[in-house]
């Protein structure tokens, strides 16, 4: 068992001392090729700013309005029907933009209905298999400059949606 503890705190440091060990044993200029590699994640970051900028404003928007309470609210007919609580409607929208702003409602869940109910465990087993895709979508397209999407979207709300199905399954099996 000490083994796999010594191992489990050495695996970063061992990789990072062989990923610089090869580069040397290449020849190449290991720092300087991590100072080049540090200005493009820079100017990537720099890049995609104002994107996460508008993404989270709109989150805070959405969310500080109350306007994410009236849609699920409205909506709550519908998705009682198909057995989806209303009361995560909010978090599985919200995850779709910003796992920040969806882990802040998670907290309210739990304030709420407590950690252990059905639905702070639903919401915990949403948050972990679904995916932030408008945010993913938008970064990584922005950067690589992809302009025709294709069937992107329609794949990504498809796994998401099985994704909550499946949560809300198994959030009812404990």
Same mark, same amino acid.
């Given at each position: 068992m000490k083994v796999l503890l010594f191992l489990s705190d050495a695996m970063i440091p061992l990789l990072i001392f062989s990923i610089v060990g090869y580069g040397i044993m290449q020849k190449q200029k290991v720092y300087d090729d991590f100072i080049e590699g540090a200005k493009d994640g820079f100017r990537t970051v720099i890049d995609i700013m104002s994107t996460l900028i508008g993404l989270m404003v709109a989150v805070g928007v !959405?969310? =500080? &309005?109350? @306007?994410?309470? @009236?849609v699920s609210g409205g909506l709550a007919v519908v998705t009682e029907k198909v057995g989806f609580p209303a009361e995560l409607l909010p978090v599985s929208v919200?995850? *779709?933009? &910003? &796992? $920040? =702003? =969806?882990?802040? !409602?998670l907290l309210d869940i739990y304030k709420q209905y407590g950690t252990d109910s059905f639905l702070g465990l639903s919401a915990s087993l949403? !948050? $972990? &298999?679904t995916e932030t895709i408008f945010y993913t979508m938008s970064i990584y397209f922005m950067t690589a400059k992809v302009t025709k999407t294709r069937y992107t979207l329609a794949g990504a709300l498809l796994a998401?949606?099985?994704g *909550?199905?499946?949560s809300i399954l198994l959030a009812g099996m404990m």
């Open positions: !959405l969310r =500080a &309005s109350g @306007f994410l309470e @009236f919200v995850k *779709m933009f &910003s &796992s $920040s =702003a =969806a882990t802040g !409602l949403i !948050l $972990s &298999s998401t949606a099985g *909550m199905a499946v």
